[in-house]
């Protein structure tokens, strides 16, 4: 079971030691690929969920004329890169939800419960219906608002003062900083939600009742408490989400810039000798 979500849907207390353990064990018993359990459900659904992201932010941008704001720093444009942000989070996480609970139910089941990610699909929809593609959707959608807005206005603040305020070019290794930055202050601003929607996600394999938010937001809280319940296992999280978003981000920048350079050149009418 991937510790990052077996935090999540269990309401065991939890400890940064506890995740090392756990990881030692699950080297030992089941061997280093244990530990990768349910990746390639995350690859197969990260790559479609970046690519529409990031496209659905830039466009959204457009929409909303953040890039083309006279003052990119006044409060409505301040607004509207937060909504940007938001709307692009809810337009991938809406397309590719069904992957991100095939990931999760891959996750925390023993490996002979799920051949392949093809499997979890198949099981899903003749034990549960279609339905099921969807359960947890909601806080998930609750979840993202505030994570993608947040991390993507974060982001692009960051770097409008950078680069109003430091005297040297501007390096791409501060949009790792930055990058990291967002991630942290997004994590953070949703991840009770996070909660919420793993245990949704995965109610059928864990025999929790978890048939509506706030049933599951009260159960969480009678059973463990604020800090325990709705912030376990966040400090991991901390170490995880940064340096993913971080290298996220950075890594769409430079493509982005390189590409557009590339067009740039390869526009450019060739001079005959």
Do not use: C
Request: net charge positive.
């Amino acid at each position: 079971m991937s510790d990052s979500l077996d935090r999540k849907i269990s309401n065991s207390p939890f400890s940064f030691g506890d995740a090392v353990n756990f990881m030692i064990k699950s080297y030992k018993t089941e061997g280093i690929t244990s530990l990768w359990r349910g990746n390639s459900a995350t690859l197969a659904r990260i790559i479609p969920h970046g690519a529409l992201q990031f496209t659905a932010h830039e466009q959204w941008k457009r929409v909303l004329h953040v890039d083309n704001a006279v003052d990119p720093t006044s409060k409505q444009n301040l607004y509207n890169r937060f909504l940007a942000g938001s709307l692009a989070g809810v337009t991938s996480q809406s397309i590719t939800y069904p992957l991100d609970l095939a990931r999760a139910r891959m996750a925390v089941t023993a490996k002979e419960e799920y051949k392949s990610l093809l499997d979890v699909f198949k099981k899903i929809y003749q034990i549960e219906g279609m339905r099921a593609f969807y359960k947890g959707y909601v806080p998930t959608i609750l979840g993202v608002i505030p994570y993608a807005g947040m991390s993507f206005f974060t982001y692009g603040i960051l770097k409008i003062k950078y680069k109003e305020l430091s005297d040297p070019p501007y390096h791409q290794y501060m949009n790792l900083v930055f990058g990291a930055i967002a991630g942290m202050l997004g994590q953070t601003s949703s991840y009770p939600l996070d909660i919420v929607r793993r245990r949704m996600q995965t109610s059928s394999i864990t025999k929790k009742r978890a048939d509506t938010i706030l049933g599951v937001l009260k159960d969480i809280y009678r059973e463990e408490g604020v800090r325990q319940g709705f912030f376990k296992g966040l400090s991991m999280n901390w170490i995880k989400g940064p340096i993913a978003v971080g290298i996220s981000f950075a890594t769409y920048d430079f493509i982005n810039e390189t590409l557009g350079k590339l067009f740039i050149v390869a526009s450019q009418p060739t001079q005959s000798s």
